[in-house]
């Protein structure tokens, strides 16, 4: 893939996801549809936005017993995403029968840590280590479950993919130097990520809330 970068189109409005897609395809690699607009929109709403021809990430952060994930998968496989996403922390039985259930064509990477927790955020949840130690230990997990790869932030992505050259390695988290960090807590530049080892980077309010979306997509990608 040339571009790899995939926007995170985060509205539950259909009609303004549509016209955000339709502005930025031209400089991404892909469109990341997530929670907020599937649960506005469901699958109805994945196929309008599929229409426009690229690939699909669906990131619905898939986290439950193996089998109500494993039938989850296989509901969603008529949409045939290009990537799907599990927790890793649902543990080494969910994310085999995830990968079991899912379409051939369709990649499942596991969330090991989500790029809004910091180190204290993780003492809090109960885990001892540090972020890399942990985001670390899932990797090596999902690896041996078999699914294609994982989520992790760009301060994460250099050790795993030493770990795990062939793992699809999914980067979100990203900012332009000095942007606003919002809810994110483990940034880094979309360059640096991808000189860590990224296979792909998910960027969503950098492009969707600037005032000209398809310029700060053009921006970004000039960068890389
Ligand atoms: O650890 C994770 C996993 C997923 N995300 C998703 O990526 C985008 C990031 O959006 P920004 O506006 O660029 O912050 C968003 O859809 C998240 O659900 C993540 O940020 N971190």
């Known amino acids: 893939m040339s571009n790899r970068i995939y926007v995170a189109i985060d ?28 649960c506005a929109n469901g699958a109805a709403g994945f196929r309008e936005i599929a229409h426009i021809g690229l690939p699909i990430f669906l ?24 990537i799907l996403t599990v927790h890793a922390s649902g543990g080494r039985a969910m994310l085999e029968d995830a990968k079991a259930a899912a379409p051939t064509g369709t ?16 003492g809090e949840t109960g885990v001892i280590g540090s972020p890399a130690d942990h985001v670390r230990r899932l990797a090596d997990l999902a690896a041996e ?6 989520v992790c932030s760009g301060a994460e992505v250099a050790l795993v993919h030493r770990a795990w050259p062939k793992g699809f390695l999914v980067v979100p988290g990203v900012r332009p130097a000095d942007g606003p ?34 310029a700060a997509a ?7």
């Open 11 to 38: 509205t539950p409005d259909l009609q303004r996801a549509h016209a955000m897609a339709q502005r930025v395809r031209h400089h991404v690699g892909g469109l990341k549809l997530g929670l907020e607009f599937f």
């Open 59 to 82: 990131d619905l952060k898939l986290h439950d017993i193996p089998n109500t994930v494993a039938k989850a998968v296989q509901a969603l496989g008529p949409l045939a995403p290009a």
């Open 107 to 122: 990649k499942v990477v596991a969330v090991t840590m989500l790029t809004s927790l910091d180190a204290n955020d993780l």
């Open 145 to 150: 479950a078999g699914v294609d790869g994982i």
């Open 181 to 214: 960090v919002g809810d994110q807590k483990r940034v880094v530049t979309p360059r640096a990520a991808l000189d860590a080892g990224a296979s792909i980077l998910v960027i969503g309010r950098p492009i969707t809330q600037a005032d000209d979306p398809d």
């Open 218 to 224: 053009r921006a970004i990608a000039a960068t890389l």
